[in-house]
């Protein structure tokens, strides 16, 4: 075993994780909020071998319990339902990949930004600086000059994270003392060195104005929509815009599928604008048909742009070939009508994506079961829901209006870890369309949660609680049970 796996097996917080399985045993009541009841916080602290305040309101605020909770939970120590927790055989993987999905869990925790990163940036930052074994008393003075030449959002995550109120390196060494990436004297054991590394090949390069159009959609295709609009923006400054918007399409156009999508939605951020470009773009085939599609929007009464049944086939590939995960690939092929979309297609990697499909084969049908809380109602109203992992959020939000026979005359929202997901007709700022996003990446373990909102004046809130993943057998079909 190498050194950094000894430091990962051996570390403080997996060695109270695994503490903290071992006292939970067969089961123990949690909240409604998915953690310890405050009744049961001083016996499990006791079987971890720490102290805990005499009084605390919530499981959650306190650290030396919830940090090993949320690790035992991220890496399959414990499973939590809407009643209980209980040990699990635990993981049979990697021990490094075990203690690194562990870590990202725990600093999501610790985030308090709306996207949860603020954390993650910091100790990705200080394990870099901590490369150089820089002086204690330099320490933070060289984090924060790391930090604000890096996105600016970012740079301001980073003062929410750990609740310190200040540039919170204090915090960020303690986690990262607990997981045993750093020593006593703030120096990088082996482990810290490892995961330096995984931080860095992890982390997008960062877009600069001298970037060539090729490499900035490079660089942009695998940030969000959100991410990449706000990084283009350090390459699109002082540029002629008619002639950037050329580079991007003649890059995009002869780039891969990735790298196309990001340039689309590059220049399609621009608005109205660009129609004159867009109309250019017709001519190019590896880009008309997201052109007829981008100006069909603009112009929903003149039906010269209408995509046809050829363009939808073909951008139907375009975007399966962006999927990295054979089950989201295919699904989304499916989505647009199965195999014989790739076949009719025309597109030029139609033959690598039918070769990809039949190499994954179909893959297993994952049935959710729900439990969906109607939130400050008493008494208790809640329904249970079976439905497909496979459904988009957009499917799910209709079935939870039949299941609590809302009327759908209002709008409404989901949040999961962090993200926040809408009807794009609606264009709520900060959230993402919940037509791209499917249950099972939305709550992809037992026991994670979500939040519907629903009626965004009264704000009926419902938490969904993701209770068990059975076995799909033939005739099951989605149902709703309610008491």
Not at 228 to 250: H, M, N, P, T, Y
Not at 272 to 287: F, G, V, Y
Request: with cysteine.
């Amino acid at each position: 075993m190498t050194t950094a796996r000894m430091d990962a097996v051996n570390c403080t917080i997996m060695v109270r994780a695994r503490l903290l399985a071992g006292w939970l045993g067969a089961g123990r009541p949690v909240t409604a909020k998915g953690v310890l009841r405050p009744a049961d916080i001083s016996a499990a602290a006791a079987a971890m071998g720490v102290e805990t305040p005499p009084k605390a309101r919530t499981a959650a605020d306190v650290e030396v319990l919830h940090r090993p909770w949320v690790a035992a939970q991220a890496m399959g120590l414990i499973a939590v339902d809407a009643i209980r927790a209980r040990a699990t055989i635990g993981p049979a993987g990697d021990q490094l990949e075990a203690w690194w999905t562990s870590l990202l869990a725990v600093l999501r925790s610790e985030s308090h930004d709306r996207r949860g990163e603020g954390a993650a940036v910091l100790c990705r930052t200080l394990l870099a600086v901590l490369e150089d074994e820089p002086p204690l008393d330099e320490l933070e003075d060289r984090v924060d000059a790391r930090l604000r030449v890096a996105d600016l959002w970012q740079f301001g995550a980073v003062f929410e994270a750990f609740r310190r109120g200040v540039m919170p390196v204090d915090g960020g060494l303690e986690v990262l003392a607990e997981f045993g990436a750093v020593d006593a004297a703030a120096r990088l054991t082996a482990l810290g060195r490892w995961a330096s590394r995984r931080f860095a090949a992890a982390t997008p390069q960062p877009v600069t104005p001298d970037l060539l159009a090729s490499e900035l959609l490079c660089r942009l295709a695998p940030l969000s929509e959100q991410d990449a609009l706000r990084q283009a923006q350090r390459w699109l400054a002082g540029r002629d815009i008619d002639e950037a918007v050329a580079a991007v399409f003649s890059a995009a156009e002869a780039g891969t599928p990735a790298a196309r999508l990001a340039g689309i939605d590059l220049v399609g951020a621009l608005g109205e604008a660009m129609r004159q470009a867009w109309q250019a773009a017709l001519e190019r085939p590896m880009l008309a048909p997201h052109a007829r599609a981008v100006l069909a929007t603009w112009d929903a009464v003149d039906d010269r742009w209408e995509p046809s049944e050829a363009d939808r086939s073909w951008l139907a590939v375009e975007y399966a070939l962006t999927v990295e995960d054979p089950e989201e690939r295919y699904h989304l092929v499916q989505d647009f009508g199965g195999p014989a979309v790739v076949e009719a297609s025309g597109h030029p990697g139609a033959p690598g994506l039918r070769e990809a499909l039949a190499a994954a084969g179909r893959p297993p049908q994952r049935v959710y079961q729900l439990k969906i809380v109607l939130s400050g109602v008493t008494p208790p109203v809640w329904r249970r829901l079976r439905v497909p992992g496979s459904i988009p959020l957009d499917v799910l939000h209709y079935s939870i209006q039949a299941a609590f026979d809302w009327d759908d005359d209002h709008l409404h929202t989901f949040e999961a870890d962090r993200r926040r997901y809408s009807d794009p007709d609606t264009a709520l700022d900060g959230y993402e369309d919940e037509t791209d996003v499917r249950l099972a990446k939305a709550m992809p373990r037992e026991g994670a949660t979500m939040t519907y909102v629903y009626d965004l004046g009264d704000c009926w809130e419902h938490r969904l609680l993701f209770v068990v993943s059975p076995s799909r057998r033939r005739g099951d079909r989605s149902i709703c049970r309610s008491l």
